[in-house]
């Protein structure tokens, strides 16, 4: 069975000193490092939104980082403006080793609409694209570790596990936002998708 390992979102911005910091999130490279010689097949997502995404708060008159609103598609909740097209942080992580990547995939890139998930936007319906690469390579299997176990890496496993993948998440690789509890009902939904955890 082809596995792959998905390193989800270790950008600058995410790390510590960026504009959306995940607390710790620079302490899991050596791990992500270290598993790459391990999988045949290596994808790497990178957060990449243009300036003025509607899920900044700075585009919502009078709403404040990490308050919620009403999208088309659903909640969003909104958040200091981040990984801007071309910016530094958006850059990836000076230490993660990039050069094994067969694949990078960008997703958030049209403003009116999120995508936290690496295979749907977050309408849960628009593709991006990941699925038919992975099945293509005949992988069946993922691994996901990044940034943040709440949002990005919580929305990528269950949708992965939706589309038949056996999906592991190695939370010693993964480090989480934790906005009012969302990490222990992010963990309680991947569970409940059938998502394996381990790492912790
Ligand atoms: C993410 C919030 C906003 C993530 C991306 O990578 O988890 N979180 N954009
Ligand atoms: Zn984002």
Not at 30 to 59: C, E
Not at 137 to 153: I, K, M, N, Q, Y
Not at 179 to 192: H, V
């Amino acid at each position: 069975m082809t596995q792959a390992l998905i390193v989800i979102d270790v950008q600058n911005d995410f790390c510590p000193g960026g504009a959306l910091a995940v607390p710790g999130g620079d302490e899991i490279l050596p791990a992500i490092n270290a598993k790459l010689p391990d999988f045949p097949v290596r994808v790497f997502t990178q957060d990449w939104h243009p300036a003025g995404h509607s899920s900044f708060a700075s585009q919502h008159a009078g709403k404040n980082p990490f308050e919620l609103t009403e999208m088309p598609y659903g909640q969003q909740v909104l958040w200091p403006d981040h990984c801007i097209q071309g910016s530094d942080g958006a850059a990836f992580h000076a230490e993660l080793l990039t050069d094994p990547a067969d694949l990078i995939l960008r997703k958030g890139f049209r403003r009116e609409i999120d995508s936290y998930s690496a295979f749907f936007e977050n309408d849960r319906t628009t593709p991006t694209g990941l699925e038919g690469y992975l099945r293509s390579r005949g992988v069946e299997s993922l691994v996901l570790v990044g940034l943040a176990t709440d949002f990005c890496v919580n929305y990528s496993a269950i949708d992965a596990a939706r589309l038949g993948f056996a999906v592991q998440v190695d939370l010693s690789a993964c480090r989480a936002i934790d906005l009012d509890g969302s990490l222990a009902t992010a963990c309680k939904g991947m569970k409940a998708a059938g998502v394996t955890l381990f790492g912790s």
